[in-house]
């Protein structure tokens, strides 16, 4: 039976949906906290993921809407570090305290490629530490390969970077891989680096355009809990509501 060599999953919207009531939380707090008039609502979100990374964000608004009084240029830079890094805190924080569940047959997922001894990678733009309260707190009986988080590479998705090291970390063959994603900018990402993609679609990127994707589905789904449905891609044998670790191997 073909197995994947390798699992690659995103973290925000994939793991987590982490989005809507994690990072935009965690963000109005850091700014409320710092004096700054600023509040991202859930539609204006959405949109301001279209850009790759939380510091990347904010300088994106700081730039276009401005934090609601003077910032001096000269400091911006040194700004959205400690803005961020007290986001981070916050975000972890709401981890820590079991506040965001995990998605639907992630756990499952992880788990059917653990027993099989198929490595399992957390490849994201968000920050390590981020990264690693999600593992240790959400995951704690999952054994992970790597957790390449933050800026460990140069570009951040849509480039492939991420992938790309993902694969020289393991050794894999990018073929027989497969990258799990939620949005067109990791979808390019995974796709650019030569690895199959499997999207399970999240409340803000179900609209998006995944054209060069394996599969796209509602969510991975479980036994006892929500289900999900295929969206785009090939009929999978099988597959009622579920996607198993076997059936990655047809995507590969």
């Given at each position: 039976?073909?197995?994947?060599?390798?699992?690659?999953?995103?973290?925000?919207?994939?793991?987590?949906?982490?989005?809507?009531?994690?990072?935009?939380?965690?963000?109005?707090?850091?700014?409320?906290?710092?004096?700054?008039?600023?509040?991202?609502?859930?539609?204006?979100?959405?949109?301001?993921?279209?850009?790759?990374?939380?510091?990347?964000r904010m300088r994106?608004?700081?730039?276009?809407?401005?934090?609601?009084?003077?910032?001096?240029?000269?400091?911006?830079?040194?700004?959205?570090?400690?803005?961020?890094?007290?986001?981070?805190?916050?975000?972890?924080?709401?981890?820590?305290?079991?506040?965001?569940?995990?998605?639907?047959?992630?756990?499952?997922?992880?788990?059917?490629?653990?027993?099989?001894?198929?490595?399992?990678?957390?490849?994201?733009?968000?920050?390590?530490?981020?990264a690693e309260a999600?593992?240790?707190?959400?995951?704690?009986?999952?054994?992970?390969?790597?957790?390449?988080?933050?800026?460990?590479?140069?570009?951040?998705?849509?480039?492939?970077?991420?992938?790309?090291?993902?694969?020289?970390?393991?050794?894999?063959?990018?073929?027989?891989?497969?990258?799990?994603?939620?949005?067109?900018?990791?979808?390019?990402?995974?796709d650019s680096a030569?690895?199959?993609?499997?999207?399970?679609?999240?409340?803000?990127?179900?609209?998006?355009?995944?054209?060069?994707?394996?599969?796209?589905?509602?969510?991975?789904?479980?036994?006892?809990?929500?289900?999900?449905?295929?969206?785009?891609?090939?009929?999978?044998?099988?597959?009622?509501?579920?996607?198993?670790?076997?059936?990655?191997?047809?995507?590969?």
């Amino acid at each position: 039976m073909k197995l994947p060599e390798a699992l690659f999953f995103d973290m925000d919207g994939v793991i987590i949906d982490t989005e809507k009531d994690g990072h935009r939380v965690a963000f109005n707090a850091a700014f409320k906290e710092f004096g700054f008039p600023v509040r991202w609502e859930v539609d204006y979100y959405g949109e301001l993921l279209k850009i790759s990374g939380g510091k990347e964000r904010m300088r994106h608004h700081l730039q276009t809407r401005g934090f609601g009084r003077d910032v001096d240029p000269s400091a911006v830079d040194e700004l959205i570090i400690k803005l961020h890094k007290r986001k981070t805190e916050i975000f972890v924080d709401l981890i820590e305290s079991g506040s965001l569940q995990l998605r639907p047959g992630i756990h499952r997922l992880m788990q059917e490629a653990s027993d099989r001894a198929v490595p399992i990678c957390i490849c994201t733009t968000a920050n390590k530490k981020a990264a690693e309260a999600v593992a240790s707190h959400s995951l704690p009986d999952i054994q992970f390969s790597h957790i390449l988080a933050g800026d460990i590479v140069a570009r951040k998705k849509p480039a492939p970077d991420i992938y790309l090291l993902a694969l020289e970390k393991t050794g894999k063959d990018p073929s027989r891989c497969i990258v799990v994603e939620d949005s067109r900018n990791g979808m390019l990402a995974g796709d650019s680096a030569g690895i199959g993609v499997l999207v399970t679609t999240s409340l803000y990127t179900k609209d998006e355009e995944f054209d060069k994707a394996k599969l796209v589905v509602t969510c991975l789904g479980d036994e006892r809990g929500e289900r999900g449905s295929i969206v785009a891609g090939p009929e999978v044998k099988g597959y009622e509501g579920i996607l198993s670790i076997e059936m990655l191997g047809t995507l590969i």
